[in-house]
């Protein structure tokens, strides 16, 4: 059974530019949420994704973007990138009957230049 | 608001040492609370979770009680190996909200 899977695994842009990162959920898993991870620091909530809707957003600009797929699949887009926005970026699967129980991913490695 | 505080590292141990990382938890309702670790370079790994109140979640040889009478849910563990060296993080979720994590623990286990 595949678990969380993330692509790519890192990425390096310069400032200005847009970034796409997807991630497949846990087979059985209908809900993805995204996190970000600064360096030393704890995974900060971006949005959670549900039947293809954004159910829930945390404290992040309309720079940050998301998408999810009929096969529960999703996207998170980042537009006009800042140095700020170098980080981990974490993907986590839920079943919605248990999604406080999240089971992440590798991570995306972002690196803004 | 909703908060999760958890002791601020690094922790280093001997190896067969105990192990102890605190971890308080502010919330409004009734969370569920959870510890993960991440080794070097990779994502979070879940390690146990309590669902609610005098719950003891436990994996590994790794425990933790959900105390609400302290707003608690401290990680133990009783003789750490050189293997546990990662980073902790203890975390919440209500239901229908996200996860609210900790800043992380960083431990180091040496033999």
């Known amino acids: 059974d595949a678990g969380v899977t993330q692509s790519p695994t890192h990425l390096i842009k310069t400032r200005g530019q847009q970034v796409t990162l997807r991630c497949s959920p846990k087979?059985?898993?209908?809900?993805v949420s995204w996190y970000q991870q600064a360096l030393g620091q704890g995974p900060q909530f971006i949005f959670q994704y549900y039947e293809e809707e954004e159910r829930q957003r945390g404290n992040f600009p309309d720079r940050f973007s998301g998408h999810q797929f009929p096969n529960y699949s999703s996207e998170l887009n980042v537009n006009a990138l800042l140095l700020g926005d170098s980080a981990l970026y974490l993907c986590?699967?839920?079943?919605?009957?248990?999604?406080?129980?999240?089971?992440f991913g590798p991570g995306t490695r972002l690196t803004v230049l | 608001g909703n908060s999760v505080t958890q002791m601020e590292g690094p922790v280093t141990l001997s190896e067969e040492a105990f192990l102890t990382i605190n971890c308080t938890y502010t919330a409004t309702g009734y969370p569920s609370l959870f510890w993960y670790v991440q080794y070097p370079g990779e994502g979070l790994q879940l390690l146990l979770k309590?669902?609610?109140?005098?719950d003891k979640g436990s994996n590994k040889g790794f425990e933790a009680t959900y105390r609400k009478e302290t707003t608690s849910f401290h990680l133990e563990k009783g003789s750490v190996q050189v293997s546990d060296s990662a980073v902790y993080f203890c975390a919440m979720g209500e239901a229908g909200t996200a996860l609210i994590f900790g800043k992380g623990t960083t431990l180091s286990v040496s033999s």
């Open positions: 986590a699967s839920s079943a919605v009957v248990s999604y406080n129980e999240q089971f």
């Open positions: 087979s059985g898993h209908d809900t």
């Open positions: 309590a669902t609610k109140a005098d």
